[in-house]
Every structure is written in C-alpha cells, then in structure tokens.
C-alpha cells in the first residue's frame, strides 16, 4: 500500500452524498474560475482596443466587465472551499501527502489570490479614470492563471504515490513543483480554456442591461458570442488532450463504466448548445436575457460534465494503485447531515432574495467618457 495508513477518522457522511456535494460544488468553483479568466480577457479587450479607437461604448463595455471582478473573485473562492473539504474527506490520504510535497506553492496560493484581488479592485477605478489597465490587468490575469497551475499540480501530484518518496526525499521542506507528469498542462489548459466560454456567456448576459448604451450592449453581444465559439472549440481540443494524456489503463478502465463516457457526452452536447445561443446572441440586433441565462446553463452543464469525468479519472487512477474511496469507513452523522441540508436550502432562499433586490435596485451609471 502507497498511502499512509492512518486515517483515524471515519467518513461522516455516505460516500455518495459527499462525492455529489463535492461534483456539484466543484462545478461551480470551476465556472466562476472560468468567469473571472475570461472577464479579465474581455477587460483587456475591451479596453485596449476601445481607448486606441477612442470608443467610449467599449471602453464602458470593459468597465462593465471590470466592476464585477472582485464579486467574481468571492465566489471563485467561496464555491472553492465546499470541495476542497469533501476533497480532503474522501481523498485526505492522498491530498494531504501532495500538498506537503508541494507546500510552500500550495501556501503561496494564499498571498497571491490576496494581490490578485486587490488588483481585481483596482482596475475599475483606473478604467473611470481613463488610465489603462494593461499591465495591471495582464498581472492579476498571470496570478490567476498561475493559481490555477498550482491547484492542477497538486490535484494530480495525488494520483502519483509512486512519486511521493523520491520528492520528498529531495525535498522536505516543500520547496518544490511537480515534473514529468503529461496529464498537468493538459488539465489546465482544460480549465483556462473554459475561460473563454465562460466569459463569452456572461457578457452575452450582461449585455441585457437595459441601462447600458445600445453600442456598449453591441460591444459585449459581439465579443461574447465570437469568444465563446472559440472557445468552446479550444476547450474540446484541451478535452481530447486530457483523455490522451492518461495512461491506457486508466482510458480504458473510464470506458468500461457508462457514467464517465455520459458524462464525457454531456460535456460535449452542452458545450455545443452554449457555442449554439452565444453566437446566436452575438449575430442579434439587440440582447436576449433568457437566450444569455440559457447559455449560461448550458456551459455549467458542460462543466459539470467536465467534472465527473475528471472524479472519474481521480477514482480510476487511485484504484489502480490501491486507494478505493468507496471503501472508506463510514459513520454517519445524520442530525449534522440534515442540519446541514437545512442551511444548504435556507441559503438558496437568501440567495433569490438578494437577486431579487438587486434586479429592483436602481441600476449604477456605467458609461465612461475617453479623456
Ligand atoms: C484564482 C483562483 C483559483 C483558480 C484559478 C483555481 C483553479 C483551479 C483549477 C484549474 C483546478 C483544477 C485542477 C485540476 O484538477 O487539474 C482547481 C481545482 C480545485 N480548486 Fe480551485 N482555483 C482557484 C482558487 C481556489 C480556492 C481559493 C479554493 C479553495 C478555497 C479552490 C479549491 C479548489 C479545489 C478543492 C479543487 C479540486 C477539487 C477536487 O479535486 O475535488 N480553488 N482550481
């Protein structure tokens, strides 16, 4: 057996209620992942291009995007937490050693999302201002890239325990990052990609604001739909680079099992009908909100097919090296378990409630004038 053996505490829930929490939640880090990569894309964009055109439309388009960084930046970190703790839960044996090899990159995560964030806050402010935001948009946008480098190392430096002994070896203190491992850039790139989607999808949606000039709606109708289509085929091909990646073994045992090659179809039917609405948005003559929420939709659906087959990667990988996670001991705790759903509802409540306020709140002045 590869993995320490310890493992004191029994698992406080049923493994398959943890691992839908754990899918679902994961779904939804990694589409506010993706809202902020490709935010920070349409900022740059859009701001760069409309200050060299002197266009006020899209630099208040960029300005648009910008205002909401920090907000997507809470939730990117928020809806990260949920899944980082069924993670460890489930797979503490595995994560836990990884995150140790790899420690002072996986502590550096910490100060890094806060300089990003700062940044995420800084970059309205100058767009109102008239000043460019290229560098500091370029900054935050290589800081939140490079975090996301850090979370596929570690998440596939667990799945390596033939590796662990010789890195720790080399290095106790941590002081190091994960090599010669093919499935790393692949996994990455999956996400980044998503980016591209994601941000496509959500200026499609922001440009239903009624309060925005009808040229600023055109700016982020346009470029959400052109950008999602690209992406929607750069994230198939980054897909395709995951699955080749693995080694046969694990293809063929994913395969074997009707859930991931339906999941792996859901990715890819979601993706196409997100792609679908997106450039149907962006060739309209004006923004169609239910058009931009049902595309919206679709990419989380994509998403979420995305995840099950990755759980399944993890789940295939650790059980040919001899960790089955869906043999963990189990002792339930079913009055914390319900409280637990309680909240879980009470929060989706507060959640519409806040929506409804803000729909009814009076809309903030967003047109910015070129110096
Ligand atoms: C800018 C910030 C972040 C970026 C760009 C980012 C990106 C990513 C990426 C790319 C992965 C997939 C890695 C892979 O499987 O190859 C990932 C997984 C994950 N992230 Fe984030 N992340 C960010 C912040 C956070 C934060 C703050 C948390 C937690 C507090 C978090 C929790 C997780 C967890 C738990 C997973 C894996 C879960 C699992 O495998 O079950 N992330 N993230």
């Known amino acids: 057996m590869q993995f320490p053996s310890v493992d004191p505490i029994p698992v406080p829930a049923p493994v398959w209620l943890m691992k839908v929490l754990s899918l679902v939640t994961l779904a939804l880090h990694f589409s506010a992942v993706m809202l902020l990569v490709g935010s920070l894309l349409l ?106 480098h850090i979370y596929a190392m570690n998440m596939t430096l667990m799945l390596r325990p033939e590796v662990w002994q010789e890195m720790y070896a080399r290095s106790p203190y941590g002081l190091q990052g994960v090599s010669g491992d093919p499935t790393v850039t692949p996994r990455w790139l999956f996400v980044m990609s998503g980016g591209l989607v994601f941000g496509g999808l959500w200026a499609a949606l922001l440009a239903g604001m009624p309060h925005l000039s009808a040229g600023t709606q055109a700016h982020l109708r346009r470029s959400g739909g052109g950008m ?9 091909l980054c897909a395709l680079m995951v ?88 002792v339930s705790n079913w009055s914390v378990i319900v409280l637990f759903l309680l909240l879980f509802v009470i929060m989706l409540g507060v959640l519409y409630w806040l929506l409804r306020v803000m729909q009814r709140a009076t809309p903030p002045g967003e047109q910015v004038v070129v110096p």
């Open 228 to 236: 999602t289509a690209i992406g929607a085929v750069i994230q198939v």
């Open 43 to 148: 900022v740059l964009y859009h701001n760069t291009r409309g200050r060299s055109r002197r266009d006020a439309d899209q630099v208040s388009a960029s300005f648009v995007l910008a205002r909401r960084l920090p907000v997507i930046m809470t939730y990117v970190i928020n809806l990260g937490i949920p899944p980082l703790l069924f993670a460890q839960v489930l797979y503490g044996r595995a994560l836990y050693t990884s995150s140790i090899l790899i420690g002072v990159l996986w502590f550096a995560v910490i100060p890094l999302l806060m300089l990003a964030y700062w940044l995420l806050y800084r970059i309205a402010p100058r767009i109102e201002k008239g000043q460019s935001v290229l560098l500091i948009t370029l900054v935050a946008l290589g800081i939140v890239v490079g975090v996301g």
């Open 243 to 330: 699955v080749q990646t693995q080694p046969v073994a694990v293809r063929q045992a994913l395969v074997s099992n009707a859930l991931y090659p339906g999941a792996g179809l859901l990715f890819l039917g979601a993706i196409v009908i997100a792609a679908v609405l997106a450039v149907w948005q962006g060739m309209g003559t004006h923004s169609r909100v239910p058009i931009a929420v049902s595309g919206l939709a679709a990419g989380f659906l994509s998403t979420l097919g995305a995840v099950v087959y990755r759980d399944g990667i993890r789940d295939v990988t650790l059980l040919q090296r001899g960790f089955d996670v869906w043999q963990r001991t189990e």
